[in-house]
């Protein structure tokens, strides 16, 4: 759906990451975990197309106002990149902004009696923290989180408080262990013989690994592209990754944005 | 006052307002329906439809520019059996005519795709695609040479009885004469423009943005250059023209018009505002309920030079 | 590390970097002085010179677009004596070359100019404009037709002995042939893109904005399509290549000379940053620090695709 | 020159029209009446182009602090009409922008011995008030001041505080005579026989009928144009106008922004 929301918050993490609290509908309370946001970032022309963002954290909050309706919020995390989320980070309590969400499908919860490894690396972990707050519950979750350095680590604490076991890895130490976040993952997978699942978000070369991963040892992953995106809604296709039956004759194109973001890696052609 | 008359009749089809989606940013009709009163709208054109299902481009397929997005989606479509089998069905519920756009590779690709849609009851008309920069044989040729272009619509126009558009390229040092090739080929209307060559380049891979090096430019940006051509067209021909390029609002809707457009596509501002659309359709009934102009089709052409 | 080569050659003219000033928009260079350290670009281009004083379009002349602007000034200038009288005197003090924009109306007019620019010390090279879309008999035919193009460049290459850059108009199907033509009848040096023709439409007068109807767009809302025909122009043909076309930082310039473009020149960004021409020099240079690149010539048409 | 502003304050003064303080070089305090800014709106593409604002005040204030030197202001009266100005209205003490200024030939001040009328219609006015403040001191100074309605009269008090007799008439008679301006203005300076000059800035029709009476009455008249502008330096020649001696073959075409944007009225072709 398409509104107009309410910026609640809009807050530095950590050196050019940003996490924004907005209001929303009460309908997207039911947002899935690995759904996301396309937002108009000005009510202008510059930036053009609306940016697309995971969803970090939904929640609903009770009313001010003793008798009046509680209230849904969407949180996000976003790194600034460009014009688009330089102009965001800009925003303060009381700004507006258009939203359409929730798109895309999302993560595929599985069975609670399996463990669950989640795979983050960078902004790559904004869509892991709404997932594993929804698997805690039911499963044992572990989640590996890494980044450049410690500046790209973010959360962590928020992580924790889920009763998450975090493990975090920097490529050049500054945080955790030292070393690339699939190598630390790879290391206590294989440890143990127990039935999991991956889920994995970060970009594409660490996606690769984790693929590479799931394969070997035969896991079942699932992870969340990103794609340039004009629509958000299967009809520009501009988003399209190659599902695993491509061939140029037969094309076996899938929308991250409707399609996805979140695939079954078995569904995708890695090549 | 009484609701003014929005309603404009292009190539026999009958619009109930002025305002159409354009080809290709607007997927079926059924990827926006959760946004916009399809009902609300002039017409769907649906996405470039070829006989056999098209791959496209590889990725990144689309870049934003200043004021407009260059696209080389490369006419990925699904090809004209699962058209007919999965998308018609959802148009078939739609009060809302449906234009199927197309394209070929040949001239007897265009027939037989005409001869096809012919028979497709869902199908309100045909608009040609003889403009597509992005694919090496796909209407390059025929878009930008009139002879090509009166080949491939004279071909059309044979064997489909239903109302035939032609989607004019902009790409071109005469659009005036491109239009007449096409007209003397018995197209009953003209749209135009399609995308602008263009290209982007990324200083930090030192390579193109686009996998397939150059793509369309729509949008805001080339808007001055459509209604150049709109205007341009409309004072050559006596076929209905209908405006394309930058269309965000209502006002820039009703300038094609003044310019000489009898209708209108929205492209890009699908993206931005899903249900541009309709809002443009809106924001044109105000303006004449505001200005007291009690038909739009007195607004055609309406411009004083 | 030290300071990087930026400098570059063009048809014979030494420029101390690749920034020059695009023809129109930056008036005899005087009237920049104040913002701009012109000893700090590479070249000043000045507008569009005819043999007789030209009085140009009505007004408005003028307007924004998205992206963009418009113009239709329609080559309103002082006429070649008065050059000389007047504007040759400042372009002397300045230690930058100084290349003139000129027209005319017939090919003998081109000749006629192109001798008496010969003859001047100050003039370190002539930039035919054979591409101005506003003045119906002022460039139109021989910008969009090749054999128009070759003769009135032959005409000019016979007349002068400076070097002769052409000015390549975007409005053709085929830029590739212009750039061949041009190039057959010896121009040195090709730069691109002129404006692209395009109009805008005043929805309360009902009437066009330009008093001229139409204009040349111009910004940051063409950069894409000029980009693509530098591209195409540059892997064509082995003069040099300028690049021109909605350039408002180092970085778009920079995308140019991947592109195959040996130089570049800055036009509308002078009017939102009188000093963008200087500060466009500075950022190429901070560039080619910053990544430990020694000579910019290194990066002209290294574009992997 | 070109240099960054602050902005000191930007007040609505009446629906739809602002009142700008920014802060200004030094040099800036030698500005003339008539000359005028331009102002790039946004450090972006959107919109593109500067727009161009006369100087409504210039004066210098003393540092807050003791010793320092003190500062100069500029201050701009503007009506919102388009996005330019509508991004301009949003601005707050603090924001900054980039200024080019001072611009343009300013008014003439002729002989402190003759009366001086101004003539301003609407945001016409923006110009007249640093003219009269320049003016007063040495001459005797009549303000005609219309508009279409009373929200269209602005700064009346100002002007009055000057010492400045003023004049008001709108076309529906909310505030002031019921009238055009021009016309409450000819029959005050057709009453007396004393030796004057005209300054007037306001719409065209305004202008027009401006130099009509002075034409008929024989009186000097100096009028502040508005055109389009691209460069605001004499460079694009997008803002000229035709001058009195303008022919095809031998065009005389003057530039509002360099030659002008004041020009005695005779200098130029009014058909
Ligand atoms: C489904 C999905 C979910 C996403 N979730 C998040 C999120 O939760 N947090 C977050 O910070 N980012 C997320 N992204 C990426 C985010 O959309 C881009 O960073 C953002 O659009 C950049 O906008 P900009 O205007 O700041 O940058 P631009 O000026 O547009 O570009 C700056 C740089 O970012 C790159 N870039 C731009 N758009 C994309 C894109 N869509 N995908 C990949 N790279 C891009 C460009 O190549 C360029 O190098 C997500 C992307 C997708 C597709
Ligand atoms: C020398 C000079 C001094 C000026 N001084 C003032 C002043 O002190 N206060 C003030 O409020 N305005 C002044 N103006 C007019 C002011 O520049 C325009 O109102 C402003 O540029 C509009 O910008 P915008 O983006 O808000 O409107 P746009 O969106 O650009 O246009 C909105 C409407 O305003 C008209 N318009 C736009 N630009 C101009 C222009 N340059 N001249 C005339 N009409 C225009 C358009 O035709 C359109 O109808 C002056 C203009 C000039 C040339
Ligand atoms: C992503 C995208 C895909 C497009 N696909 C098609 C297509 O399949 N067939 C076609 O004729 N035009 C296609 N177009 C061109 C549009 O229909 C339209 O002519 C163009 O975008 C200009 O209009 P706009 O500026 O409103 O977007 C496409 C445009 C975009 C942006
Ligand atoms: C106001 C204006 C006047 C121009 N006058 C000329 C001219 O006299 N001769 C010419 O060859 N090009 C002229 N041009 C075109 C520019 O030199 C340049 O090719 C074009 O503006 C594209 O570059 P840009 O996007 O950087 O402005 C003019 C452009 C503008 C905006
Ligand atoms: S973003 Fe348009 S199809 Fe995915
Ligand atoms: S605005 Fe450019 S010459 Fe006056």
Redesign the interface.
Known sequence: ??FKATIVSNQEVSPGYFRMRITAPPELAGAKPGQFVML?VRD???????RPFGIFDVGTVPSEYPGCCSSTYLELLYKVVGKGTETLSTYHHGDHI?V?APLGTGFDLGDPEEEKILVGGGIGIAPLYYLAKSLVERSRVRFFLGGRNRDDILCVTEFERLGVETYVSTDDGTLGDRGLVTEVMERHIREDGREKTIYACGPMPMLKAVAGIARQTGTPCQVSLE???????????????KGKD?A????D?RCVC?DGPVFAFDQLMWV | MNRPDLSVEIAGIKLRNPVMTASGTFGYGEEFAEYVNLEKIGAIITKGLSIKPKAGNPTPRIQETTGGMLNAIGLQNVGIDAFIEKKVPFLRTVDTPAIVNFFGNTLEEYAELAGRLDTIPEVAGVEINISCPNVKHGGIVFGTDPKAAYSVVKAVREATIKPVIVKLSPNVTDIVEMAWACVDAEADALSLINTLTGMAVDLKTRRPVLANVTGGLSGPAVKPVALRMVWQVANAVKVPVIGIGGIMTGTDALEFMLAGASAVQVGTANFLDPAASERIAREMEQYLVENGISDVKELIGALQV
Do not use: F, S, T
């Open positions: 759906m398409q108009r202008a022309i510059d930036p053009l197309l609306r258009d359409i794609a340039y995106m004009a629509c958000g809604m299967g009809a520009c296709l501009g988003c399209v990754v491509h140029d004759e037969n094309p194109y409707k």
